[in-house]
């Protein structure tokens, strides 16, 4: 007789895994069996079909102590909940099939965002999620049965996210996005557990499959010329996203803490920015200074509403603002979306004026994305002689510089560095773009005696 199993003989097995799949039975419970391999480490409950005599393994979690995964003591209680069902003459596997045998793709991962994520997940986590599913999951799944999902279908779609896109000439058609690829497996693996424990798919296609090779550290920095050709490139694209891309230069911070920003954040008066901790990365409040050029942006972006767009125009402020709480919003109702469009339109723009200024035709970009301005702005505030710890202030990170015991005393938040540092880099960004080009030379007119 199978003897019992007990915490100590689950770690055990998790610390030295078999290199093959093994089937151990647990001693305390009949029908219940713990499946242990190299990727698996999951509950079945074995039972013969009351309607067909057929053995069946019936798959009813992975392993693990914080649900939506069993512990041991949670694996028994489904175990015998199953084996209840099996001697009232029912197959457990009947009410799950009759639950879930039409739910799409789409319905599946609404479910999933809302019953799991948005009660075990902070609000931008649950925005990342939601975003991921909206651009990488439903455009190539949405309308398919859940159930109809195999380790084929999971493998391709990873792949495709992570390798390089090709067109029918062999030309490059759109870069391989290894860390989004890695993201995504993420996702799928938590969900498809999700979905296995709640009976929703009766065996997870997500075993054994491989992470994706691990993304390179990104090092791209537009240079001096290509940050040029960005700004040129957003006056022309204009509002929201081309907005966007400016204030993502000028602040340093993340994609989505920019866009999704509410009014509320801001006190244009004391040109300070001040980002809740529940929507920053690290969930730690950004109290981030605005230089001028930041407050003069803010100040000509037009407030949608809900029943007058797009008939405010730049600058033009409605009586009912608060209806629509974001600083980028296309609908009064949710932030911006659709990067992936306006990304591909800056980039057509910004070339356009690249081979334009120098007469190069046949002129090409390096691939960049709208993260690398965070980069960019670091970098260049890192250039101008800016202190590390106050850049990594900017950044809203934990310093490598002020660590350990120091760190804990250190509750300065740099308030006045981080102003300084800002407004150097958008003086800097105006000396680049060519924005204060023409204030230069009438400043140094008139100390000439010069008429400008």
Do not use: C
Request: net charge positive; charged share 30%; proline share 6%.
């Amino acid at each position: 007789m199978a003897e019992a199993l007990t915490q100590k003989k689950i770690d055990a097995l998790s610390a030295k895994r078999p290199a093959s799949k093994r089937e151990v039975p647990d001693g305390g419970q009949s029908g219940l069996y713990l499946i242990v391999g190299p990727r698996a480490f999951k509950w079945i409950v074995r039972y013969r079909s009351p309607a067909t005599g057929e053995n069946v393994k019936l798959a009813i979690g992975d392993y693990g102590p914080a649900k939506p995964k069993l512990g041991l003591h949670d694996a028994r209680k489904a175990a015998e909940g199953t084996l209840r069902l099996v001697r009232q003459g029912q197959d457990p596997r009947d009410g799950r099939d009759a639950a879930a045998a039409d739910l799409t793709i789409a319905d599946a991962f609404a479910d999933f965002v809302k019953r799991y994520a948005m009660k075990e997940n902070k609000p931008s986590t649950v925005a990342d999620t939601q975003a991921f599913i909206n651009r990488e999951i439903s455009p190539k799944w949405g309308k398919r049965r859940i159930r109809s999902i195999t380790r084929h279908d999971i493998v391709k779609l990873i792949d495709g996210i992570a390798e390089d896109q090709l067109d029918s000439e062999g030309k490059l058609r759109q870069a391989g996005r290894p860390q989004s690829a890695v993201r995504v497996r993420a996702l799928l693996s938590k969900a498809f557990s999700w979905f296995a424990a709640k009976g929703i798919v009766s065996e997870n296609p997500f075993r054994d499959i491989e992470v994706p090779a691990a993304p390179r550290a990104r090092d791209r920095v537009l240079s001096e010329d290509e940050i040029r050709w960005l700004w040129s490139a957003t006056a022309t694209v204009g509002w929201p996203f081309g907005d966007l891309a400016r204030l993502l230069l000028l602040t340093a911070q993340r994609r989505d803490e920019v866009a999704a920003a509410e009014w509320r954040e801001f006190s244009i008066t004391d040109a300070i920015w001040s980002i809740p901790p529940e929507r920053t990365k690290n969930g730690r409040r950004q109290v981030l200074p605005l230089a001028p050029q930041v407050t003069k942006i803010l100040a000509g972006l037009p407030r949608v509403v809900a029943h007058a767009l797009p008939s405010v125009k730049p600058g033009e402020h409605s009586k009912v603002d608060e209806e629509n709480p974001f600083v980028l919003s296309t609908n009064a109702e949710t932030p911006i979306s659709g990067y992936s469009r306006a990304k591909k339109k800056i980039d057509e723009n910004m070339l356009a004026v690249a081979r334009k200024e120098t007469a190069n035709p046949e002129l090409s970009i390096e691939p960049w994305t709208l993260h690398d301005l965070r980069r960019t702005a670091a970098s260049g505030m890192a250039g101008l002689g800016i202190a590390v710890h106050v850049v990594e202030a900017v950044l809203n990170h934990k310093s490598g510089v002020i660590s350990g015991v120091a760190a804990i005393y250190n509750r300065h938040d740099y308030a006045r560095e981080k102003r300084q540092a800002l407004e150097a880099w958008a003086n800097r960004l105006d000396e680049i773009v060519g924005a204060g080009t023409r204030q230069n030379v009438v400043a140094l007119a008139l100390r000439t005696g010069e008429r400008a």
